[in-house]
T-cell receptor, first 114, second 116 residues
Framework: EAQVTQNPRYLITVTGKKLTVTCSQN?????MSWYRQDPGLGLRQIYY???????DKGDVPEGYKVSRKEKRNFPLILESPSPNQTSLYFC?????????????FGEGSWLTVV | DAKTTQPNSMESNEEEPVHLPCNHS???????IHWYRQLPSQGPEYVIH???SNVNNRMASLAIAEDRKSSTLILHRATLRDAAVYYC?????????????????FGQGTILTVHP
């Protein structure tokens, strides 16, 4: 079954404690990205990756890092989380970055920073 | 980024057709029109997409105006499981490092309520 898998699904952490949200897809997709969803602001792109070792900033990259060492994985790293990073996070992937490709989303990771 | 305009909310009765409108007057020639929906507590889910011609799949139909400045998502027989936020999105061209790709920019979407 085609899947985008995120972990953890739910996490409460403290300010400043580094954390990583993992994302893995089993569809051999080249394009992957991270979004955050906040009430009233909708989904906003944090980072994206066109392929292995190719990443770039989205609309709201501050406070986040990503890496793409393998095609299937695209972890989101919060080096020093702050309360304003409390949000619902979604990882997504598509075959390529081209306009007609379908994008598949994970189930989301609820992150609370206290 | 090209913008879309959707009604904030719509209501329907079960087993009736639903027509969800979307305006995108600044669409460019290479923008694909995508529709996604988000059920409560889930990630967005692909519904349908098109460029110029009307499109049908097992979930819905997409009717695109001849000038491409508007489109309509049609759910032929709404069910309670279709209650969701529906997003009309233009996947537009972005360029990074000399490579073009299609970026999805989400708006607020239309909250669809389906009554039994």
């Amino acid at each position: 079954e085609a899947q985008v898998t995120q972990n953890p699904r739910y996490l409460i952490t403290v300010t400043g404690k580094k954390l990583t949200v993992t994302c893995s897809q089993n569809m051999n997709h080249e394009y992957m990205s991270w979004y955050r969803q906040d009430p009233g602001l909708g989904l906003r792109q944090i980072y994206y990756s066109m392929n292995v070792e190719v990443t770039d900033k989205g609309d709201v990259p501050e406070g986040y890092k990503v890496s793409r060492k393998e095609k299937r994985n695209f972890p989101l790293i919060l080096e020093s989380p702050s309360p304003n990073q409390t949000s619902l996070y979604f990882c997504a992937s598509s075959l390529t970055g081209m306009f007609g490709n379908t994008i598949y989303f994970g189930e989301g990771s609820w992150l609370t920073v206290v | 980024d090209a913008k879309t305009t959707q009604p904030n909310s719509m209501e329907s009765n079960e087993e009736e057709p639903v027509h969800l409108p979307c305006n995108h007057s600044t669409i460019s020639g290479t923008d694909y029109i995508h529709w996604y929906r988000q059920l409560p507590s889930q990630g967005p889910e692909y519904v349908i997409h098109g460029l110029t011609s009307n499109v049908n799949n097992r979930m819905a139909s997409l009717a695109i105006a001849e000038d491409r400045k508007s489109s309509t998502l049609i759910l032929h027989r709404a069910t309670l499981r279709d209650a969701a936020v529906y997003y009309c999105i233009l996947r537009d061209r972005q360029t990074a490092g000399g490579t073009s790709y299609g970026k999805l920019t989400f708006g607020q979407g239309t909250i669809l309520t389906v009554h039994p």
